[in-house]
Antibody, heavy 120, light 108 residues
Framework: QLQLQESASRLVKPLQTLSLTCDVS??????????WGWARQPPGKGLEWLGY???????YYNPSLESRVTISIDTSANQFSLKLSSVTAADTAIYHC????????????WGQGALVAVSS | DIQMTQSPSSLSASVGDRVSFTCRAS??????LNWYQQKPGKAPKLLIY???NLQSGVPSRFSGTGSGTDFTLTISGLQREDFATYFC??????????FGQGTKLEIK
């Protein structure tokens, strides 16, 4: 059973960089049929896709956040990571990692989510 | 960006009811529409992908229809565990993928 687990919830100061890691277990991150992505959900609001990465390192980002987002992958550790720079209060959200089926673009496995609060 | 609009934003129903939610895309998305269920404090769960394909393990009381810009999720015979929030997502364009704002299904 594939499982994804984000690193722990955290508090980040404004203008700092948010960093999260997603550990994948029960399956290989090197599967050619999937990419690995991040989405977030501000409290009480809907979901926003942030970006995804393939196991070969090619990544794609939401244009609205592209200047601040970096997703990386470590296939030896079966994990991938998110960095979001210059955060503000608007970046406060639950951040989910997920597996994305590459042909039809659906998110078929999700992590539980990590709450990131931006506050001084 | 392709905007996804869900209606209604909330719905009250009883166990055993048949309910339907709609999702409308701001432009043509072919069959690339996916539905998720989310319960408070939990991760979203994929229910249906590509309009009408039931994800493995999802009960057959869930079904999806539509094409182009208008899509519907139907639950036939509501169970207590179905009370949750439902999101749609378009995967026609990955630049960017976008989600609807959700429909909250509550017990009447």
């Amino acid at each position: 059973q594939l499982q994804l687990q984000e690193s722990a919830s955290r508090l980040v100061k404004p203008l700092q960089t948010l960093s999260l890691t997603c550990d994948v277990s029960g399956g290989s991150i090197k599967n050619d049929d999937y990419s690995w992505g991040w989405a977030r959900q501000p409290p009480g609001k809907g979901l926003e896709w942030l970006g995804y990465i393939y196991h070969n390192g090619h990544s794609y980002y939401n244009p609205s956040l592209e200047s601040r987002v970096t997703i990386s992958i470590d296939t030896s550790a079966n994990q991938f990571s998110l960095k979001l720079s210059s955060v503000t209060a608007a970046d406060t959200a639950i951040y989910h990692c997920a597996r994305v089926e590459i042909y039809s673009g659906y998110f078929d496995h999700w992590g539980q989510g990590a709450l990131v609060a931006v506050s001084s | 960006d392709i905007q996804m609009t869900q209606s209604p934003s909330s719905l009250s129903a009883s166990v055993g009811d048949r309910v339907s939610f709609t999702c409308r895309a701001s432009q043509y998305i072919s069959k690339y529409l996916n539905w998720y269920q989310q319960k408070p404090g939990k991760a979203p769960k994929l229910l249906i992908y590509s309009t009408s394909n039931l994800q493995s393990g999802v009960p057959s009381r869930f079904s999806g229809t539509g094409s182009g810009t208008d899509f519907t999720l139907t639950i036939s015979g509501l169970q207590r565990e179905d009370f949750a929030t439902y999101f749609c997502q378009q995967s026609y364009s990955s630049n960017p993928y976008t989600f609807g704002q959700g429909t909250k299904l509550e017990i009447k």
